[in-house]
């Protein structure tokens, strides 16, 4: 099939160093004439090289190189700033919204919320080396953080609940999927829509049980890896 034989050759010349991280390929139809191929051939050869995380598109732009993935654990805490730091990427935040609303029906779900109850909604785009990669929706509950929107929302959450309010993360409960980007999303990412995404939920908790907010993480697929060691305890028989 000649659009595995192209993507075959685009692969090698990744893994090579012929092409960089970030290097944006030419047009599609430029590529076309260089495969002589048709573009329906090509588009189905960069599909699957978008699948398995190798080239990124952005919208109107075209198709780039993907950088290496930084490594999520979800057993570690570290923050966005911090988990790009261990990678030797530079991090930036940048506020989409943050205000009180009525809690819609994801907040409500994962917060255990009654109808009609107030929610903070915080969101942010978060950069890695200038380039858009995770939209972030946080809800917290203005009850337990009634100053919370006065604060710097592109520092980490969860050091200004630690510091400034006193509550301390006991247990976080994960979810991991996949979806497509959509609208709002989709633009504030770069990203077309229907491109891929990994889907990070995440509930916190603290140590009575207490449920302290949850956050949606939607990242574009090629930017993240997750990964974890879990050291398992053996029962004696």
């Not at 302290?212 to 398992?232: F, K, P, Y």
Request: aromatic fraction near 8%; charged fraction near 25%; proline fraction near 3%.
């Amino acid at each position: 099939m000649q659009y595995v034989k192209i993507k075959d050759v685009i692969v090698e010349q990744i893994e090579s160093g012929m092409l960089s991280p970030n290097q944006k390929l030419p047009s599609e139809r430029k590529l076309a004439e260089s495969f002589d191929t048709t573009r329906v051939t090509l588009r189905e050869a960069l599909s699957l090289l978008e699948a398995e995380g190798r080239i990124y598109r952005e919208d109107r732009r075209g198709w780039f190189i993907s950088t290496a993935p930084v490594k999520y654990d979800p057993a570690q805490s570290l923050g966005f700033s911090d988990l790009a730091r261990t990678h030797g990427r530079e991090a930036r935040t940048e506020i989409i919204s943050a205000k009180t609303i009525l809690a819609d029906k994801q907040a409500a779900t994962l917060l255990k919320l009654q109808p009609f109850s107030d929610v903070y909604r915080i969101d942010r785009v978060r950069y890695l080396d200038g380039r858009p990669v995770v939209y972030v929706t946080s809800y917290l509950l203005p009850e337990r953080f009634s100053t919370l929107l006065s604060f710097d929302l592109s520092q980490s959450l969860t050091s200004i609940i630690t510091e400034h309010f006193g509550v301390q993360f006991h247990k976080v409960h994960y979810r991991v999927s996949t979806r497509s980007l959509l609208g709002l999303t989709a633009g504030a990412l770069r990203a077309t829509t229907g491109t891929p995404a990994m889907v990070i939920e995440r509930v916190n908790y603290d140590r009575n049980g207490g449920v302290i907010g949850c956050t949606i993480e939607q990242w574009r697929h090629d930017s993240i890896n997750i990964e974890s060691t879990v050291e398992l305890l053996m029962s004696s028989s």
